[in-house]
């Protein structure tokens, strides 16, 4: 089964701090990987996937197969940046099921 | 435009009387699925569906119910709605049909039971 870890509920920074925000997943094969971003109680969006490679408002994230990890970065963290973060995971080609599993989320909180 | 609709956006509701919370995608997606959204739990799922009459427990299916009788539209059902079923309710829908779809989600709906 696949599982994903954000192991904090709350993260909080100054503007202009470097942010980090955790995620760990559990899962056998080769998985697929996301960032979904929730602003102030909106609907939740894609924010990035590593597939794609790309950096979404200055945030990237890089696939560790070694340490199972998928975390999300930005060098310099903007008010802006405030909100909800949840990983995602979907089973890759070698799965079948493309049924996504979230983490429980990491509120991120830019002080001025 | 894409989207995901849900409705009602709020509802404040006694516990006992039965609703619904419809959902409406306009994208021919296969993939349809309920969340929940409560404080220092994340987002959990209730029920999912894949295709039109198949539907599935998610994580915490207990009191909800389901139907996907058209692509496009999959309510999710309360039959005796209970406090603890106050919550955030989002819905999603997703092509399905390859790994790694993006999941779109609709604007939530506001739940109060008391």
């Known amino acids: 089964a696949q599982r994903v870890t954000q192991p904090e509920k709350l993260l909080s920074v100054f503007k202009g701090a470097p942010v980090e925000l955790k995620c760990n997943y559990s899962?056998?094969?080769?998985?697929?990987l996301f960032w979904y971003v929730q602003y102030s109680r909106q609907r939740l969006q894609l924010l990035l996937r590593h597939i794609s490679r790309e950096s979404i408002k200055g945030f990237t994230a890089d696939l560790n197969k070694g340490e199972t990890s998928f975390h999300l970065k930005k060098p310099f963290a903007q008010e802006e940046d405030s909100a909800m973060y949840y990983c995602?995971?979907?089973?890759?080609?070698?799965?079948?099921?493309?049924?996504?599993?979230f983490g429980r989320g990491t509120s991120l909180i830019v002080h001025p | 435009e894409a989207q995901v609709t849900q409705n009602p956006r709020y509802l404040i509701t006694v516990t006992g009387k039965k609703l619904t919370v419809t959902c409406s995608q306009n994208?021919?997606?296969?993939?349809m699925s309920w969340y929940r959204q409560d404080p220092g739990l994340g987002l959990r799922q209730i029920y999912y569906s894949m295709n039109v009459e198949v539907t599935d427990k998610g994580d915490v299916p207990e009191g909800y119910k389901v139907s996907r009788k058209e692509k496009r539209n999959f309510p999710l059902i309360l039959e005796s709605p209970s406090p603890n079923q106050t919550s955030l309710y989002f819905c999603a829908s997703s092509p399905g049909t390859e790994v790694g779809n993006t999941i779109y989600f609709g604007e939530g709906s506001w739940l109060t039971v008391v």
């Open positions: 899962y056998s094969g080769s998985p697929e």
């Open positions: 994208m021919n997606h296969e993939y």
């Open positions: 995602a995971l979907s089973e890759g080609p070698s799965g079948g099921s493309y049924i996504p599993t």
